[in-house]
């Protein structure tokens, strides 16, 4: 069965590094999805891409944030100086089409930022 | 802010008896609905849709939606251990450019006692 794969599955980082989450989409699929989980709380929408640039982002995808799609297959979260409130679940997450919300998530990455 | 509330629980029941989650969102507008299951420390894994009002059964899980009320449930019946989880009500939410997002509630914890 296709999945979505994120890498890696835990990333411990120092506060005001930069660090890149990796996600491989399911081959077919269009869009494509970040959302994350802080532990305890509601998964919490940040962006969607289509076509190569971003469709939508939510409030807390601000100037840190930055998603790129380099080489056609893998899609990328960078946070570009990392604080301790980004330490989270992230999941990356791909649907076919537009008219489909994302049913298939990666298994996420643990960020820890100490 | 478009709100997606549930129950946090947690929700204890015996093995083979029914179990009923509900939720409940604030935008009257809504049209789509979706419940995820999520084991700790894992990725949300979509359990079923439901776009109209009434029942929408699949196997042991029944959704029922009603938008007169903003209410949307998920039952599970013959509940099994492997059932224990969070399960987590999501609802489209549109944006301009037919951009949609998932607004998602906080889950339901549900544990099955054998």
């Known amino acids: 069965e296709p999945e979505v794969t994120q890498t890696p599955s835990h990333q411990v980082t120092q506060m005001g590094q930069e660090v890149i989450l990796r996600c491989v989409p399911i081959s077919n699929h269009l869009y494509f999805y970040w959302y994350r989980q802080i532990l305890g709380q509601k998964v919490e929408f940040l962006v969607s891409?289509?076509?190569?640039?971003?469709?939508?982002k939510s409030e807390i995808f601000d100037d840190q944030f930055s998603v790129e799609r380099p080489d056609g297959s893998n899609f990328t979260l960078k946070i570009r100086s990392t604080k301790l409130e980004d330490s989270a679940m992230y999941f990356c997450?791909?649907?076919?089409?537009?008219?489909?919300?994302?049913?298939?998530f990666g298994q996420g990455t643990r960020l820890t930022v100490v | 802010q478009k709100e997606v509330e549930q129950n946090s629980g947690p929700l204890s029941v015996p093995e083979g008896a029914i179990a009923s989650l509900n939720c409940t969102y604030s935008?009257?507008?809504?049209?789509?609905f979706f419940w995820y299951r999520q084991y700790s420390g894992k990725s949300p894994e979509l359990i079923m849709f439901?776009?109209s009002n009434g029942d929408k059964e699949d196997g042991r899980f029944t959704a029922q939606l009603n938008k007169a009320s903003q209410y949307v449930s998920l039952l599970i019946r013959d509940s099994q251990p492997s059932d224990s989880a969070t399960y987590l009500c999501?609802?489209?939410?549109?944006?301009?450019?037919?951009?949609?997002?998932?607004?998602w509630g906080l889950g339901t914890s549900l544990a099955v006692n054998p």
């Open positions: 891409f289509y076509n190569n640039e971003i469709s939508e």
């Open positions: 439901i776009y």
């Open positions: 997450a791909s649907s076919e089409t537009l008219s489909r919300v994302p049913a298939f």
């Open positions: 935008d009257r507008g809504s049209q789509s």
């Open positions: 999501a609802v489209v939410q549109y944006n301009a450019g037919n951009n949609r997002k998932l607004i």
